[in-house]
């Protein structure tokens, strides 16, 4: 049965003018970092969520849907896949016409496949998605409406096809003005370490200290967490510093803005983002992130990663021409896959010899409250 409702007053698709930063509005909860962003910048988000995981072959890209998961569960309703998927999130599978009965108003395509596109097995149960109720949220880089069945659909059920990796239009050029507050950002030794988990577990131990802290999200997953911020890697590479001026504006002397990293400075293909967003923070603290193991660039095979030490010395000595004050506090370390045993062994090792805190944000416990401490100092 379809659920088409075109009296309803939506946005069939968004337009080029429209900004791509969100307000989230959820139940008020220590374990959900919230942004606070200027009310210029920010549209809703049409939520709870119900997560779309893609077909059988997209498996190894859920990162989007795992995200979710794990820092806004509130906000999900449930899961929903291709025929033959078995990709799962750990959260109920339900249709699309029994999500829109529990309460969900958007589908989110939770999935982030190679060149970032609406692959043509999603499109059909996506339609299904718009004729059950649901506008699509996605963090794709190929926008919506490009696909016509899906554009087609929308404008005939009434729903919206919202893009978040669509930056505010008028972002202005860097001023380099120093902003009053201070700032923290996570910085990687290469894609996809740890820096959005490590931004949002230090924003949520900042909170738990009663240390006045927002989350400011640079990546379509952070952003759908968080329901502000702006996608980094979409706007035009004079202007990402101006961005990361907007995304952390003046505040308290005791408020901290934690801004989620993108990329590493010295990756080959990443570089320039990752230098305009460590420019225009203009970071008080750095922590950076590695993923125990990489021992290449991911998905450039012939660059061997940068060391910790390495990118620490680089970081710092780049941040310093907007902040001569920056300070690194330590290293996130991702020890995914091994034994909690043979983690904090690793953890103390790394600590030993960089005479810094090392923590896996995700396992928490001491070496972490060390960092946290160390952040704070």
Same mark, same amino acid.
């Given at each position: 049965?379809?659920?088409?409702?075109?009296?309803?007053?939506?946005?069939?698709?968004r337009?080029?003018?429209?900004?791509?930063?969100?307000?989230?509005?959820?139940?008020?909860?220590?374990?959900?970092?919230?942004?606070?962003?200027?009310?210029?910048?920010?549209?809703?988000?049409?939520?709870?969520?119900?997560?779309?995981?893609?077909?059988?072959?997209?498996?190894?890209?859920?990162?989007?849907?795992? +995200?979710?998961?794990?820092w806004?569960?509130?906000?999900?309703?449930?899961?929903?896949?291709?025929?033959?998927?078995?990709?799962?999130?750990?959260?109920?599978?339900?249709?699309?016409?029994?999500?829109?009965?529990?309460?969900?108003r958007?589908?989110?395509?939770?999935?982030?496949?190679?060149?970032?596109?609406?692959?043509?097995?999603?499109?059909?149960p996506?339609?299904?998605?718009?004729?059950?109720?649901l506008?699509?949220?996605?963090?794709?880089?190929?926008?919506?409406?490009?696909?016509?069945?899906?554009?087609?659909?929308?404008?005939?059920c009434?729903?919206?096809?919202?893009?978040?990796?669509?930056?505010?239009?008028?972002i202005?050029?860097?001023?380099?003005? &120093?902003?009053?507050?201070?700032?923290?950002?996570?910085?990687?030794?290469?894609?996809?370490?740890?820096?959005?988990?490590?931004?949002?577990?230090?924003?949520?131990?900042? +909170?738990?200290?009663?240390?006045?802290?927002?989350?400011?999200?640079? +990546?379509?997953?952070?952003?759908?967490i968080?329901?502000?911020?702006?996608?980094?890697?979409?706007?035009?590479?004079?202007?990402v510093?101006?961005?990361?001026?907007?995304?952390?504006?003046?505040?308290?002397?005791?408020?901290?803005?934690?801004?989620?990293?993108?990329?590493?400075?010295?990756?080959?293909?990443?570089?320039?983002?990752?230098?305009?967003?460590?420019?225009?923070?203009?970071?008080?603290?750095?922590?950076?992130?590695?993923?125990?193991?990489r021992?290449?660039?991911?998905?450039?095979?012939?660059?061997?990663?940068?060391?910790?030490?390495?990118?620490?010395?680089?970081?710092l &000595?780049?941040?310093?021409?907007?902040?001569?004050?920056?300070?690194?506090? +330590?290293?996130?370390l991702?020890?995914?896959?091994?034994?909690?045993?043979?983690?904090?062994?690793?953890?103390?090792?790394?600590?030993?010899?960089?005479?810094?805190p090392?923590a896996?944000?995700?396992?928490?416990?001491?070496?972490?409250?060390?960092?946290?401490?160390q952040?704070?100092?």
């Open positions: 049965m379809q659920h088409c409702r075109p009296e309803r007053c939506v946005t069939k698709a337009t080029k003018h429209q900004p791509a930063m969100f307000t989230q509005h959820v139940p008020e909860t220590p374990e959900v970092p919230r942004a606070a962003s200027a009310e210029r910048w920010t549209v809703r988000l049409p939520q709870p969520y119900l997560l779309y995981l893609g077909g059988p072959a997209d498996a190894a890209f859920t990162k989007t849907a795992s +995200g979710l998961r794990d806004a569960p509130q906000s999900c309703v449930g899961e929903f896949a291709s025929d033959g998927a078995t990709t799962t999130v750990a959260l109920p599978r339900v249709t699309p016409v029994e999500a829109r009965r529990a309460g969900a958007s589908v989110v395509i939770g999935v982030a496949n190679i060149g970032g596109f609406v692959s043509r097995n999603w499109v059909g996506l339609v299904q998605c718009l004729e059950a109720g506008d699509i949220v996605s963090g794709m880089h190929a926008p919506l409406e490009r696909t016509p069945e899906l554009k087609t659909a929308a404008e005939r009434g729903r919206a096809l919202i893009d978040v990796r669509k930056p505010p239009r008028d202005p050029i860097a001023s380099g003005r &120093r902003r009053s507050g201070k700032r923290l950002l996570t910085v990687g030794t290469d894609c996809a370490v740890g820096k959005k988990y490590a931004a949002l577990a230090l924003t949520r131990a900042f +909170g738990k200290r009663a240390v006045p802290v927002d989350f400011r999200a640079t +990546g379509q997953t952070g952003i759908m968080a329901g502000g911020g702006i996608p980094i890697d979409a706007v035009v590479s004079d202007f510093a101006g961005a990361a001026e907007i995304l952390s504006p003046d505040a308290n002397a005791d408020h901290w803005d934690v801004i989620e990293g993108q990329g590493s400075i010295l990756h080959p293909s990443y570089g320039p983002v990752s230098l305009g967003l460590l420019l225009g923070s203009q970071p008080d603290v750095v922590v950076v992130c590695h993923a125990l193991g021992d290449r660039v991911l998905g450039l095979e012939d660059y061997a990663t940068p060391t910790i030490e390495e990118t620490i010395e680089l970081t &000595r780049l941040a310093r021409r907007t902040n001569p004050q920056v300070r690194c506090a +330590g290293v996130a991702n020890t995914a896959g091994l034994t909690d045993g043979d983690a904090r062994n690793v953890l103390a090792e790394h600590s030993a010899r960089l005479l810094l090392v896996d944000p995700v396992r928490g416990g001491r070496e972490f409250g060390l960092l946290v401490a952040c704070l100092a």
